[in-house]
């Protein structure tokens, strides 16, 4: 049964960074695509950013492009979400997502099978 398992998330300042892990079992990484949304409190989840199966393809919403990174490690089945320069706006809490023969080409929530159940991020001074 697939399951997805955030971690890596915690109370930063602002400039700071913070590296989100996003653990797959129950199905080998490599036939999916994975997302990471993340949603502030009273507003709408919005999708961050997507890695497509094979790990060449990525997407990166406006608000994070130039400051976050994603990478996908098969063999490890995890997927990484490297945050640096962040700010207090990136606050909220991630989620990873996981769509079967995902080509990371979309952050539609509407697309992803499972989700997480979150991690915390948190920036302020």
């Known amino acids: 049964q697939l399951q997805l398992v955030e971690s890596g998330g915690g109370l930063v300042q602002p400039g700071g960074s913070l590296r989100l892990s996003c653990v797959v079992s129950g199905v080998e990484l490599e036939y999916y695509g994975i997302g990471w949304f993340r949603q502030a409190p009273g507003k709408e989840r919005e999708g961050v950013s997507c890695i497509g199966m094979n790990g060449a393809s990525t997407v990166y919403s406006n608000s994070v492009k130039g400051r976050f990174t994603i990478s996908k490690d098969n063999a490890q089945n995890t997927v990484y979400l490297q945050m640096n320069a962040l700010k207090p706006e990136d606050t909220g809490v991630y989620y990873c997502?996981?769509?079967?023969?995902?080509?990371?080409?979309?952050?539609?929530?509407?697309?992803?099978?499972?989700w997480g159940q979150g991690t915390q991020v948190t920036v302020s001074s």
């Open positions: 997502a996981a769509e079967m023969y995902g080509l990371g080409t979309h952050l539609q929530p509407i697309g992803y099978d499972a």
